[in-house]
């Protein structure tokens, strides 16, 4: 990061400031002011945009084999660019699309908000999330950083990335608004194996992404392929804890998390990916809590309980009811060990990304 910084230290107006974003569940009316923002390509959300089946067809090799720290970030102007028009906008930044004047290429330019309080956002958000991008570079299921541009009178610094479409939430609700079904389980394991292997590439690298929900992932409007995207949040696996406890948006937290602890690691990224697997499928949050009390209320009443979480003794036991949520009309079997796999108490009982593109769901033929 400190090369970083020395690079961008010309684009900036002012100093550096750390940065902290409160967790917030999916945007509503009452949460609408504190939602983090979701979506790069949310003003498509209507359009025609049809998944990928990417079931026999592998990822192509990625172009950056390195870890945290190594991608290259290249640094412009927006100078460069006409902007469109907003995408959407929360109390952490904004999303424009935009157009680069010397290609025609729409782009999506992220800029974020420095926080009223004076306790950060701003630059330092944005720099820290380039850096994560950066380290992505080359991974087809992360939504790709084209340059960090500042404003030329401004000197405000914007992410200029990969224009994609609508967010896989947006997706999945106007599908539901239409009258249609959530997503087929052969729609669904195509979704869950790019992004397994989006995610699998990500903490080889070095990152945990934090805050992977269905708000942050994008549908190409083009190609029909799913991409990750706000690592606003994003984290060096190798960074030394204690971490931030409460980090990210509630309902896809993992239970170390809102349990308190601090150590936690790229397992809490399977849990959120266990949580939207479920969504898919289902169409409904797994857990939509309000607090992080009822959360636990929530997933002790799904999952059940087991003997011991964390290495707490809970002296009692209750079994899972996650199969009634997600019958075997709508999951196998073999598709069911994933989503069971994902979603265990204990981050060290958690599938990674790699055993669960391992497991036997992506190699059967569904029936």
């Given amino acids: 990061m400190g090369a970083l910084r020395r690079k961008a230290s010309s684009a900036l107006a002012g100093p550096f400031a750390a940065r902290r974003r409160e967790h917030t569940g999916r945007p509503g009316a009452a ?10 390509g949310a003003a498509t959300k209507n359009s025609v945009v049809t998944l990928a089946s990417v079931d026999d067809s592998p990822f192509p090799a990625t172009t950056n084999d390195g870890v945290l720290g190594l991608g290259v970030v290249q ?18 930044g904004a999303v424009f699309r935009a157009r680069h004047l010397a290609t025609g290429e729409t782009v999506a330019v992220k800029i974020t908000h420095k926080n009223s309080s004076g306790g950060g ?44 479409g609508p967010s896989l939430a947006d997706f999945l609700t106007h599908r539901l608004d239409s009258g249609e079904r959530a997503l087929t389980e ?9 992004l397994l292997a989006g995610v699998k590439q990500m903490h080889a690298r070095g990152v945990i992404h934090r805050d992977i929900k269905p708000g942050n992932v ?26 931030t406890q409460l980090v990210g948006t509630l309902w896809y937290m993992s239970p170390e998390q809102y349990l308190g602890s601090k150590e936690y690691g790229p397992a809490v990224d399977m849990w959120a990916l266990g949580c939207l697997m479920a969504e898919l499928l289902t169409g409904e949050t797994l857990f939509p809590a309000d607090t992080e009390y009822h959360q636990v209320v929530l997933v002790a ?13 809970l002296g009692v036991t209750k079994p ?3 199969r009634r949520k997600v019958p075997e009309e709508k999951l196998s079997p073999a598709g069911f060990d994933v989503l069971s796999g994902l979603l265990q108490y204990v981050a060290g009982d958690r599938l990674t990304a790699a055993a669960a593109l391992d497991m036997p769901w992506f190699s059967k033929k569904l029936s």
């Fill in 121 to 164: 956002g701003g630059d330092e958000a944005l720099l820290r999330e380039a850096e994560m991008l950066a380290a992505c570079a080359g991974n087809p299921a992360v939504v790709r950083l084209r340059e960090v541009a500042r404003h030329p009178e401004t000197s405000k610094l914007h992410l200029v990335m990969d224009y994609v």
């Fill in 301 to 313: 009443g799904l999952l059940g309980v087991p003997d011991e979480v964390n290495g707490l003794s």
């Fill in 31 to 40: 949460a609408a002011a504190e939602a983090p923002l979701d979506s790069l």
């Fill in 320 to 322: 899972s009811q996650l």
């Fill in 218 to 243: 994008l549908v190409g409007a083009v190609d029909g392929r799913v991409r990750i995207c706000d690592l606003g949040l994003g984290k060096s696996a190798a960074a030394a804890p204690p971490h």
């Fill in 75 to 92: 640094f412009g102007s927006m100078e460069s660019y006409d902007r469109l028009m907003l995408i959407g906008e929360g109390a952490c």
């Fill in 186 to 194: 052969a729609e669904a394991r195509s979704v869950m194996r790019q």
